[in-house]
């Protein structure tokens, strides 16, 4: 099949390459210029593991392209996937503009029948308005069906996640474009869930706000857990072994980050505003999220006493390992606030080094973990990635001032820890 992705982003790229190793033939459009022709001479604009490999495969082959001109793709394309970014406004809104945009691009195209598809996150009732959009800029009258496909993948896990999802969600409103879609995704073995459009964009924000929900659940616990000398990864094992309840998302630590929970849950909470309805549970896991961050902060200038002039050595700055994304990541406002009270921060991370120069001011960037630690009164473990679980203690101890470690991810043995001799703080045990 032809497909068109608008938006070559995280899930754009992701998808569009997952579609050309599926066999279809796929074009990329994106109206950054600079990420098209950098993506022509195969150079991701982000890391993600084994996407290169997969991009390089398919554009050898010919089943994917890229271009910066939409009606190229649009003109050849029987589907036509939507993946620009739905970025929050500062009240919390998502903002349509960049859907609204392409959609009215995708219009002023059409030649022949397509389909025309939401894989951004958006709000319920996205979808009529985009439909109304292309009635309204269409200069011919060619007919086409509007879709929601939202994508559930993780960065990091991205294309493992697409190629072998737990359901794929299809919100349609014709037998046509079900058909179709269908089709498309027959490579794949998975559940699929085919609904009406507005019941598949609700999907995905309360799928993102319920895992957003849980994890704040067990933050909160841990902290009971501090208070009371439980231990908060005995307590998540015992709850998760309950299928109802079920192992994943119940690590605690400093809250959740990235691109997708943030802005989901404010968007989600927003809509139902506009619907009329208070989303409490929501507000109160945004309010607990907020309050991790502060509570981590609070631990390592309580451990420090003095912050000012301290050196505080920060392991992990993309807001989760394996991926180089620094947008929404925790640990900007966890540096923020100890640089606000007189800290001396020295940071290393294994991919998001690039990317974070953009982003913290006034840091002092490390070669690796052992860099961060010299001289450093605390080191703090922000993202759990595998190569602080593996590096050698040891020799991290000798090069600080004081052994103090405090760690957001919970990737040590606390009893281990102390026999070698470091104090070390960690959340809800
Ligand atoms: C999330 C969802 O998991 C995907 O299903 C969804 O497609 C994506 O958002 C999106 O909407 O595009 P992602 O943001 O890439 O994916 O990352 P997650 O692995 O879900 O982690 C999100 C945050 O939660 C991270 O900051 C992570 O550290 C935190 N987290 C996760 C915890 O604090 N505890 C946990 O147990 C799990």
């Not at 208070?278 to 507000?283: A, P, S, V």
């Not at 590096?391 to 000798?398: A, E, S, T, W, Y």
């Amino acid at each position: 099949m032809n497909i068109c992705i608008v938006g070559a982003g995280y899930v754009g790229l992701v998808t569009g390459a997952c579609f050309a190793d599926l066999g279809h033939k796929v074009i990329c459009v994106d109206n950054d210029r600079k990420k098209i022709e950098a993506l022509k001479k195969l150079k991701m604009p982000f890391y993600e593991k084994g996407l290169h490999d997969m991009v390089k495969r398919n554009v050898k082959a010919k089943r994917l392209s890229f271009s910066s001109r939409i009606e190229e793709g649009v003109k050849k394309s029987i589907v036509i996937f939507i993946c620009v970014g739905t970025p929050p406004r500062p009240s919390g809104e998502a903002d349509l503009s960049s859907i609204e945009h392409v959609a009215t691009e995708v219009a002023r195209n059409l030649s022949s029948y397509c389909i025309v598809v939401e894989k951004s996150t958006v709000p319920v009732k996205t979808g009529k308005w985009v439909e109304h959009t292309i009635k309204l800029n269409a200069r011919k009258k060619v007919k086409f069906d509007v879709a929601s496909n939202p994508e559930f993948l993780r960065e990091g896990t991205a294309i493992d996640d697409f190629l072998h999802p737990d359901r794929i969600v299809i919100g349609v409103e014709s037998k046509k474009a079900e058909k179709i879609l269908l089709d498309l995704y027959k490579g794949i073995d998975a559940e699929v869930v085919v609904t009406d459009i507005k019941s598949a964009e609700l999907i995905k924000h309360a799928s993102n706000s319920f895992l957003a929900t849980k994890i704040s659940f067990i933050n909160s616990v841990a902290n009971i857990c501090e208070r009371t000398g439980a231990n908060i990864a005995e307590v998540a094992h015992g709850m998760g072994l309950d299928t109802r309840i079920g192992k994943s998302f119940l690590r605690s630590g400093i809250g959740y980050g990235g691109f997708c929970f943030p802005k989901d849950l404010d968007a989600f909470i927003h809509i139902s505003g506009k619907l009329g309805y208070d989303f409490g549970i929501l507000k109160a896991a945004r309010k607990v999220n907020e309050e991790q961050k502060a509570l981590f902060v609070r631990k390592i200038e309580e451990a420090l006493w003095i912050v000012k002039a301290k050196t505080v050595g920060i392991l992990g700055l993309a807001f989760k390992p394996n991926t180089d994304d620094m947008r929404f990541a925790p640990s900007i406002d966890i540096i923020d606030s100890l640089k606000e009270n007189g800290a001396k921060i020295k940071v290393y991370d294994p991919q998001a080094m690039e990317k974070a120069r953009g982003v913290l001011k006034g840091v002092t960037f490390c070669k690796d973990p052992y860099e961060a630690a010299m001289n450093s009164d605390a080191l703090a473990i922000v993202t759990e990635w595998h190569e602080f679980e593996v590096m050698d203690l040891d020799r991290i101890k000798k090069l600080m001032k004081k052994p103090l470690v405090v760690d957001g991810r919970n990737i040590f043995d606390p009893q281990r820890m102390k026999e070698m001799g470091f104090e070390y703080i960690s959340i809800g045990r």
